[in-house]
């Protein structure tokens, strides 16, 4: 079937063989996706035509007209159509938002020829389906990649108004084959055509399409929601869609027992409502005792680059697993032919006006926050030839975050408490409520970092004083301390938060090389060791 869409003349290509720059183009293509787009300019007042559309081979494509031109040429074009399309310019594709994995997208025009044809043995390939099983494993997934999903509904929100935005939302539960959920919102347009279907006592199963939806995250829970003008819904539509989904529900899904949409009780944020009280700032964070858990608002000061931001796993059971082409088993379980993933481990600096802190956050935390996965950014960070990749950089410092941390903290240091973070938040809605109810205590980093820069060198002062009124055994063995007093401040220059946390494997060799160079000395050696060779024979050592 391919073949008999091989380009038998220049004019018609593939889209994976669209050029950028050139008009000469042409392309035979199914409409997947068609949409007016409003304009945000006053000189614009007619908005533009958005199309997706798909190829012989199934690859994908972004378009995009001027609605007045569209206007001008007076025609239809419908969803599910085929059409040949000549002359039209090939860019660059800079929405934020992605419809198709395509870099670049069509620009239409006057000159424009969209002409409709017939041809049976086309494909029809409307949605590219995401398996739910995938986010309620929380596998990383980008954020700004619009995506299609289907499953039967099993519970709805009365929709609430938010006032940050002016317009409503309604909250709702689906469930895949298997019986696994999936939270999913609707805004502003969307809520009354789906609403008044969900109020319907009826007993049969609803089974909703969301096509070009939205993923993202509240308190670290995957969810999908409403694009306005891309994104399209569908309710117990007649097409093989919708029949290939009900023939695999798992048992009798007949009868309002196990049809299971029902009204749930409260809205979404009433989570965060309830744990207000557990507010506090770093500072009351740092000396608390008891194990639980709080909430902290802050702000990021910078990223510690000395363990990185990834390591790699195996991708059943996300694992560390040490990178190696040739093994070809998952040491954990047991997987055969397994695939490596890269997940996310990064330690960030962060403060408010009362202190600072280092906070530890894994994959679905970071997920939540920067939008893109591991695996992109160490790509990134490849390809650049840093530890630490530009964009990774620009997506978390100077973010304000509200952070969930377990204490006590685990102490690095005297000075800075690290906390293992167990959800974050940077919901809009979810800050509003925060400051209604709670004082912000927030700082700027750059008084954090300071603050760090300061108590390293009171950390330093201390350390010199008391060498000089300890006896040359003591001298050596805090030599290295006094290194890395200084080196706390010269660290704290460059990245805010530079301490060196040492292994039980470091300590025992400090350990080891102290008593040797202790035994030299007592036992009469003619060898002596200035303060420079000592050092280096410590660092060796190590």
């Known amino acids: ?14 889209i994976g063989d669209l050029e950028p720059g050139r008009t000469s183009h042409g392309v035979k293509v199914r409409v997947i996706r068609c949409y007016r787009k409003p304009s945000s300019h006053k000189a614009d007042p007619d908005g533009s035509l958005e199309m997706i559309v798909h190829d012989a081979i199934e690859d994908r494509i972004h378009a995009t007209m001027d609605y007045s031109v569209f206007k001008q040429k007076q025609m239809e074009i419908k969803e599910g159509g085929l059409y040949k399309i000549k002359t039209f310019m090939v860019a660059e594709d800079m929405s934020q938002y992605k419809t198709t994995n395509n ?13 409709p044809f017939e041809d049976n043995e086309f494909p029809t390939s409307m949605h590219k389906f995401r398996n739910l099983f995938e986010f309620a494993n929380d596998i990383a997934v980008d954020n700004f990649q619009l995506i299609d999903i289907i499953g039967r509904v099993v519970s709805y929100q009365k929709p609430t108004f938010v006032a940050k935005v002016a317009t409503r939302r309604m909250d709702f539960k689906i469930a895949n084959t298997e019986g696994r959920e999936l939270g999913c919102s609707l805004w502003g347009d969307y809520i009354a055509p789906v609403l008044s279907i969900f109020e319907k006592e009826d007993s049969s199963p609803i089974i909703l399409c969301m096509q070009f939806g939205k993923i993202t995250r509240v308190f670290g829970e995957i969810k999908v929601s409403n694009t ?9 539509e007649h097409s093989d869609v919708f029949k290939n989904f009900l023939d695999g529900m798992v048992g009798d899904l007949s009868g309002s027992q196990n049809h299971g949409i029902a009204e749930e009780v409260g809205d979404i944020y009433d989570l965060f409502k309830e744990n207000l009280a557990q507010m506090r700032d770093i500072k009351t964070l740092t000396s608390m005792q008891e194990k639980n858990k709080f909430w902290v608002d802050a702000t990021i000061a910078e990223i510690d680059p000395k363990g990185g931001f990834c390591y790699s796993s195996c991708r059943r059971c996300i694992k560390k697993m040490p990178m190696d082409e040739r093994n070809r088993q998952c040491f954990h379980c047991g997987e055969d032919n397994f695939t490596y ?3 996310y481990k990064i330690e960030l600096l962060v403060g408010d006006s009362s202190g600072c802190a280092t906070m530890m956050l894994w994959d679905a935390q970071c997920t939540t926050l920067i939008g893109k996965t591991a695996n992109y950014m ?4 490849e390809k650049a030839g840093t530890r630490i990749p530009r964009e990774l950089h620009e997506s978390l410092v100077d973010k304000r975050v509200l952070f969930e941390v377990k204490t006590p903290s685990n102490r690095v240091s005297k000075d800075i408490p690290q906390f293992t ?8 809605d979810i800050f509003d409520i925060y400051a209604k109810n709670y004082t912000p205590t927030r700082g700027s980093t750059t008084d954090c970092k300071n603050q760090l820069i300061e108590r390293g060198e009171e950390a330093c002062s201390r350390i010199k004083k008391g060498k000089m009124k300890m006896d040359d055994d003591e001298k050596l063995e805090n030599a290295t301390v ?7 401040i ?3 220059q460059d990245t805010g938060c530079e301490e060196e946390k040492e292994d039980e494997h470091d300590e025992v060799a400090d350990v080891v090389t102290l008593k040797d160079l202790k035994e030299k000395k007592n036992g009469g050696s003619d060898a002596k060791y200035s303060s420079k060779n000592k050092k280096q024979k410590v660092k060796q050592d190590k």
């Open 1 to 14: 079937m391919t073949t008999s869409y091989s380009v038998s003349s220049n004019l018609y290509v593939n």
């Open 103 to 115: 870099p670049l997208k069509l620009r239409l025009f006057y000159l424009t020829s969209i002409a």
């Open 228 to 236: 306005f003008h891309v994104t399209k819904v569908t309710i117990n």
């Open 341 to 343: 993933t890269y997940r």
């Open 378 to 381: 160490k790509q990134l960070s």
């Open 421 to 428: 973070v167990s959800r974050v938040a940077v919901d809009e």
């Open 482 to 488: 006094a290194d890395e007093g200084l080196n706390l």
């Open 490 to 492: 010269e660290g704290n």
